[in-house]
């Protein structure tokens, strides 16, 4: 199929790389986004994502002429919907923005155009929810329209690389939609695209992020058992993983992010009786600050009145994000414990970030701190100096989830030093 204009919905850290990426491959692209404020920065030169070489792409696809940004759909050949899919409260996927996409692009649709779906949903999204409102058009799915589902794999950090490279998955309601879909695709991709059924796609998708969500579960496990033994995991990972066939993951004090610690719950929703590990999973990772903060007073005693230098905010190492960020919880679980806390991010020092005063240098955070927590692996965090520390902080004590600290020099400055995942002492 040869496609001539893209519509796509939602410009996001995944519908803004796509679609300024088809741009620059010759697609005429309506850009659309419901948020006034993101089609405002876009259309005035701006970018409000932060994504290295996103800005240089995104003003590169405007100026060729072959990108405009819309806050309504327009008709098109093709039509990518990349809208949020968070949970509720209640761990039920919230599927009200890819609900609204389908019902703006129903009145759009001609036949022998493409619909594809790219965020991330539970099984049987794609035929049970969007082929309905789609058909609503009048139009049957698979018939008149193709339809498709292609999941994102890309990482944060990397996107535009990765959107090009990496191997896509294309689940088409059938055998045409999925070709269809493909010749979309292929206009940039250098990876392997690999078709198959729109259900099998949303499965992988989900099968991928829970797999790491179990595999990181059990690493979290195996620190509370060490802590238990009096062994250090960190050691016993080590060892562990010079079996040829044993690769174990890192423990820490949570997992963040609007993907891992959010797509398993999908599963449990879709099936909550064949879906027993992966809730436990769930439950094991998002225990972990909660494990954190009972390991920091079980150390040092009660920590009212206690003053925390938090390092750290993001949800991982050198990364800005802060969606669903185990180190923000460990903040508020502190202050709940009666601490003050106040914290550094590097890659967040100009942000406000509720309920927790920032500084905006380490050496402010540390001033006159008891505890020294650290929440992320940032790699500028590597180079803090322990005598630094020894002399800007009222008590010597560090608590590091992510073993960062190097023991020996820590301790020689008189700290007492606390990891996750290592037995007390
Ligand atoms: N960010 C990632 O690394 C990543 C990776 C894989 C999959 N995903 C999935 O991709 C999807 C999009 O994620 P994201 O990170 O780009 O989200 P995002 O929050 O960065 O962007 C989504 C955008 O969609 C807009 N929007 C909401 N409803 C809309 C509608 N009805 N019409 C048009 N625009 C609408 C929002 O205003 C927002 O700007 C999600 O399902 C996510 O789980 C994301």
Redesign the pocket.
Known sequence: MVFRKLCV???????LPTASTFATHGLQVVG????PE?VHTLRNGGVH?QEPGLRTLVQAALRSGNLTIQSQPAEADAFII????PFRENKLADLR?VE??AQ?IAPLLRKGNLVVL???SPPLTTVGRVAPLLERSGLRSGEDFYLAYVP???L?GAILRELIENDRVIGGVNRASAEAARDLYSLFVRGEILLTDATTAEMVKLMENTYRDVNIAIANEFARLAERFGVSVWEAIELANRHPRVNILRPGPGVGG??ISVDPWFLVEAAPELARLIRTAREVNDGQPHHVVELARLAFGELAGWRVAALGLAYKADVDDLRESPAIQICHLLQKAGAEVIAFEPYRQEEQVEGIRLARELPSALQGADLLAVLVAHRRFRSLSPSFAAQAMRRRCALDTVNLLQRAPWEKEGFKVVKLGEGIG
Do not use: F, K, M
Not at 9 to 15: A, E, N, R
């Open positions: 919905l939602g410009l996001g850290y995944i519908g659309v986004d419901v948020n993101v994502i990349a809208v949020p899919t923005a609204a996409a703006a790219e965020s991330t994102e794999r890309v944060p609007h993907c």
